[in-house]
């Protein structure tokens, strides 16, 4: 039996308050928040909009070049695989999250940059289960523990 867990988005950047982390085998790890938005127009003719968020996390060189590209308001082409994982809030209570794990992106566009629209191939190993530190800082909406976690260590293949 197959199966595909794939995710692509083309949105923007949501803020520059992100920071390069490290996980427990020193491997670079870099969390941002991405935006997509859609618009239509409702029965009464009036113009509607919704903005969804994404948590996208990227791995090794492509987490530290990621740091050094993106700003806030840059388009951005993301590909990867949807991670779903729990963990313990500040409070003790349980929560779920959802993460795009990044294997590729490339820079589309900016309001406050300039680049090269070149495509960066990240891994290509969904990680394993194991413990792994991201600063919670890069996190945008609600709060979130920034105890380890369960996403594991990258070892540059994707087992599909």
């Known amino acids: 039996m197959y199966s595909l867990n794939r995710v692509e988005l083309i949105g923007r950047i949501g803020s520059d308050d992100f920071s390069l982390g490290r996980s427990s085998k020193e491997q670079a790890v870099l969390t941002v928040s991405v935006a997509t938005a859609e618009k239509w127009q409702s029965e009464d003719g009036s113009e509607q909009e919704h903005t969804e968020w994404h948590r996208c996390v990227f791995f090794r060189k492509c987490a530290e070049t990621a740091a050094r590209l993106l700003s806030k308001g840059a388009q951005i082409y993301v590909s990867g695989k949807l991670s779903c994982r729990r963990y313990t809030d500040n409070t003790g209570n349980q929560r779920y999250i959802t993460e795009i794990i990044v294997s590729d992106f490339m820079i589309l566009g900016s309001s406050n940059i300039s680049r090269n629209n070149?495509?960066?191939?990240?891994?290509?190993?969904?990680p394993?289960?194991?413990?792994?530190?991201?600063?919670?800082a890069a996190v945008h909406g609600p709060a979130v523990s920034a105890d380890p976690y369960s996403i594991g260590d990258f070892d540059g293949t994707f087992n599909l």
């Not at 413990?131 to 919670?136: G, L, Q, R, T, W």
Request: some cysteine; overall charge negative.
């Open 128 to 136: 394993e289960p194991s413990a792994v530190s991201v600063s919670e």
């Open 118 to 126: 070149t495509d960066h191939k990240c891994s290509r190993q969904a």
